[in-house]
């Protein structure tokens, strides 16, 4: 009986475990999986996970693709499978070698519940594939920018695919919401986003090029919401429109927003202060909170596991770090001092803000300050991992998983060893 049901745990554990290396990367597109065949007549090459030629496929064979990859900088697609006899083992091989199965799409249904109000932001437009994959065969019909249309997810997984089913002048298919090239409505009416220092608007939801800064402690109210992997929000501020990141605005909590709600944040370290900007070498508007203060807030940011609230004190309104004096606080000092030698040794290259220059150099001040300097190191290391390929730590997770099933397994066998040799 003992021997049964550690063999039973064993074996529930190595499944989960294999459940995890497979969804783990979450950034790249979730999809339906669906089965294709290889459309090109010399055969295609595939890859394994660290980026080395696997082999060939020869022309014709079928495949199950599991999910896609788009390089950010190259915007090369790329779709991954495994074979049967290799679970643990996983491939990538070129969305241009491959044609879903003519039968695919349509076992593809949408929710009619699940649906959004869209409009489409690219400056190319968006164009209409047969299916909710890259690997699908496009249909020509290109919906332009500003178009508003209705688009609906798929019955099956729902918001965790980033493809809506849409119809557009008689042309009915699917068009992908990666890389800020769709918005769509806020959740609540009263949402609303608080800059938390100057910060730039992006042309495109890549995050390089800049065409405007907001100012500290600015109320934007008009923005759309645009997909999680691109984190972030497409917004207007006096006339110019682009997208914010996330990562460097506070957003309000409008279901709590009343004179007799909010959250409630305790003081717990000494010598917390209250910020003009969140920013822990800016103006200081109070300089000591008393521990066990209670302060209420409707605006709250997080930046790298850390985070700021927008809170008043002595009715003065103003920023507080809310782990002040904690020891992550001391890493994240620790990372910026970091970043500002980083700086000095070798030379970053600048954002160019090509529009709205008079904006720009009449709200960006004290760029060399410790917070702005971990804004644009995060900013980079957002970039790195957007353009690079997903696959490493797709790898990294399948070696923990497979030394963690192997641990699991000898610890079993071991255990069944010594319960038998005591029963003899």
């Given amino acids: 009986m003992k021997k049964t049901l550690l063999i039973t745990v064993v074996c529930i554990l190595a499944i989960i475990s294999l459940q995890l290396a497979v969804f783990a990367d979450m950034g790249a597109p979730e999809i339906e999986p669906y089965k294709a065949s290889i459309s090109n007549v010399n055969g295609a090459k595939y890859y394994n996970s660290e980026g080395n030629e696997a082999g060939k496929l020869d022309y014709g064979t079928t495949i199950t693709i ?24 996983f491939y990538t091989i070129s969305i241009n070698d491959i044609t879903p199965l003519e039968d695919e799409a349509e076992k593809v249904k949408y929710s009619k519940e699940d649906k959004e109000e869209l409009i489409i932001l690219s400056e190319d437009g968006v164009e209409i594939s047969e299916g909710p994959a890259y690997g699908y065969e496009k249909t ?36 992908c919401e990666l890389n800020g090239v769709i918005g769509y ?18 042309k495109e939801a890549d995050y390089r090029k800049a065409v405007a800064v907001i100012p500290a402690n600015t109320i934007i109210t008009d923005f759309l919401e645009i997909d999680d992997w691109s984190q972030g929000y497409y917004v207007t501020y006096e006339g110019v429109s682009g997208y914010l990141s996330n990562g460097y ?27 003009k900007e969140a920013n822990t070498n800016g103006e200081v508007l109070i300089d000591n909170i008393p521990v066990g203060t209670k302060l209420e ?29 904690g ?28 529009e ?36 490493v730590s797709a790898t990294q997770i399948v070696i923990i998983c497979a030394m963690f099933g192997v641990t699991i397994a000898v610890t079993s066998f071991v255990t069944i060893a010594l319960v038998n040799r005591k029963k003899k």
Avoid: H
């Fill in 356 to 391: 709205n220059e008079e904006v720009t150099e009449n709200t960006v001040t004290e760029r060399e300050n410790e917070e702005t300097v971990m804004n644009e190191v995060a900013t980079e290391e957002q970039k790195e991992n957007k353009g690079s390929s997903t696959m």
């Fill in 140 to 175: 020509g019909v290109v919906i332009p920018k500003g178009e508003e249309l209705t688009g609906y997810r798929t019955e099956k997984m729902g918001s965790a695919v980033p493809w809506f089913f849409v119809t557009y002048e008689g042309t009915s298919g699917w068009v």
């Fill in 327 to 354: 020891s992550v606080y001391k890493d994240y000092l620790q990372y910026a001092n970091d970043a500002i030698l980083a700086q000095e040794s070798e030379e970053i290259e600048e954002d160019v803000i090509e």
């Fill in 185 to 202: 409505g806020k959740d609540y009416e009263n949402q609303k986003l608080l800059t938390p220092r100057a910060t730039k608007i992006y």
């Fill in 66 to 89: 599991s999910y896609e990859i788009e390089n950010w900088e190259t915007k090369e697609r790329t779709a991954t499978f495994s074979f049967a006899e290799e679970q643990y083992e």
């Fill in 297 to 325: 807030y409707f605006y709250g940011e997080d930046i790298r596991f850390t985070g700021w609230i927008y809170t008043s004190y002595n009715n003065v309104n103003g920023w507080v770090y809310y782990i002040e004096d």
């Fill in 249 to 275: 605005c506070a957003v309000n909590f409008p279901w709590l927003e009343t004179e007799k709600k909010s959250f409630e944040y305790e003081v717990n370290y000494p010598e917390v202060k209250l910020y």
